[in-house]
Nanobody
Framework: QVQLVESGGGLVQAGGSLRLSCAASGRTFSNYAMGWFRQAPGKEREFVTAITSSGGSTLYADSVKGRFTISRTNAKNTAYLQMNSLKPEDTAIYYC?????????????????WGQGTQVTVSS
């Protein structure tokens, strides 16, 4: 079992920044690729970004490329999502997820473990 806890969400004005954290406990964090997903009201869960278990490679959705940055510190069992130039359309609940393999996946259904989510609201 892996337990994931997100933090860092909140209310921010358009153009602002937030940094989300995902703290993991349980099994060896460095064995897991990590992903961030989001879900807005009335919409399906969508891929945001993901990172390999080692942290050496990343994937981004086109909608966030150049604005968001995923990273991880395996020694601290934590993944991060730095979000800059936020837009109202980024408003959603953000979830981190763990998948026990090296390469991350854009498909949310393959992830084994999920956090409870953190709300991000961007006002215009």
């Amino acid at each position: 079992q892996v337990q994931l806890v997100e933090s860092g969400g909140g209310l921010v004005q358009a153009g602002g920044s937030l940094r989300l954290s995902c703290a993991a406990s349980g099994r060896t964090f460095s064995n897991y690729a990590m992903g961030w997903f989001r879900q807005a009201p009335g919409k399906e869960r969508e891929f945001v970004t993901a990172i390999t278990s080692s942290g050496g490679s990343t994937l981004y959705a086109d909608s966030v490329k150049g604005r968001f940055t995923i990273s991880r510190t395996n020694a601290k069992n934590t993944a991060y999502l730095q979000m800059n130039s936020l837009k109202p359309e980024d408003t959603a609940i953000y979830y981190c997820a763990a998948d026990e393999k090296f390469w991350p996946d854009r498909n949310w259904s393959v992830y084994d473990y999920w956090g409870q989510g953190t709300q991000v609201t961007v006002s215009s």
